[in-house]
């Protein structure tokens, strides 16, 4: 029995020292595992705090590019309005130049067209004067063959200024100071007549003239006696000869259209003279010459 006690108390006493030392254990792994989740807690809040400061970063980074973003929008649609507007402008130019072209080019096709018809005006004017020259040449040939029996100190036949002169010297038609035709100029003046006849469409500018030596006696000076020489003869070709009178002008110079100086006397002689002068009826080149222009050249 007395062997019994320490045996129980041993046994009694590892009891109690096992559930002592169990405990222990617990608290110190509890002890351990509590350090290690605050390490882990740190930890944590280290990383959740790194986090949310990079968040922090990232939402500034963020906030920066937003505005960048945001400004360069805006920078992109000014420069589209500027260039809207200046597509607008460019579209109105291009308008206006469109409108200024389309006006050029009418005007450039009415300048053409006048062109044109300038240029067949032209042409036309150009077959008339062809025209003409012939027909003065026809009246010179007509002229000379009539009045070839005369001679050159007598009368002459000539173009001048686009027109046939006869001009008949005072010895032929007058006596001096006087405005009545010889025979031999009546003779003259009937050939004359004989063409003009067949003629009808010469008209017949008749012009007196003298010299430049004062006149005494009947006529009260050279005017009156350039103009009463011009009156007979164009009495004679339309009464005695039966020349269209309407066909005819008659004129007086006196002394002021002189052919050679009055300084001599044969000078004188010269341009004591009467000039038939004649030429085409040229009404259609006086229309065509007298028509307005339809445009400028």
């Not at 002890?31 to 809040?45: E, I, T």
């Not at 200024?161 to 405005?179: C, D, R």
């Not at 009808?200 to 010299?211: R, S, Y």
Request: proline residues 3%.
């Amino acid at each position: 029995m007395t062997k019994n006690i320490p045996f129980a108390t041993t046994l009694i006493a590892g009891v109690l020292f096992f559930t002592s030392c169990v405990p222990t254990k617990k608290f110190n792994d509890a002890q351990q595992a509590l350090a290690s989740a605050r390490y882990d807690s740190a930890q944590l809040a280290n990383k959740v705090k790194d986090l949310q400061a990079a968040m922090a970063r990232q939402n500034q980074q963020s906030a920066k590019s937003i505005d960048s973003l945001n400004q360069e929008i805006a920078d992109r649609q000014q420069q589209i309005a500027t260039l809207n507007k200046q597509i607008g402008d460019l579209t109105g130019k291009n308008k206006d130049l469109q409108t200024e072209s389309a006006s050029r080019n009418a005007l450039l096709s009415k300048s053409k067209q006048d062109l044109l018809a300038q240029q067949a005006k032209l042409e036309h004017l150009q077959a008339l004067m062809d025209k003409q020259k012939q027909a003065i040449e026809q009246i010179r040939k007509k002229m000379t063959n009539a009045l070839v029996g005369f001679n050159s100190n007598e009368l002459t036949v000539s173009i001048k200024n686009g027109k046939v002169y006869v001009s008949l010297q005072e010895n032929l038609l007058f006596p001096s100071g006087s405005a009545v035709v010889n025979p031999k100029g009546k003779d003259a003046l009937s050939k004359l007549a004989a063409v003009l006849n067949q003629n009808a469409d010469i008209t017949v500018d008749i012009e007196g003239h003298t010299d430049s030596i004062p006149i005494h006696g009947k006529y009260q000076d050279n005017w009156d006696l350039s103009l009463a020489r011009s009156a007979s003869i164009v009495r004679i070709l339309t009464v005695d000869y039966r020349v269209d009178p309407t066909r005819v002008i008659a004129s007086g110079h006196s002394q002021y259209d002189p052919v050679q100086p009055n300084s001599t006397s044969d000078g004188r002689a010269q341009n004591r003279r009467t000039d038939i002068i004649l030429s085409p009826k040229l009404d259609e080149l006086y229309r065509l010459l007298q028509t307005p222009d339809t445009g400028a050249l």
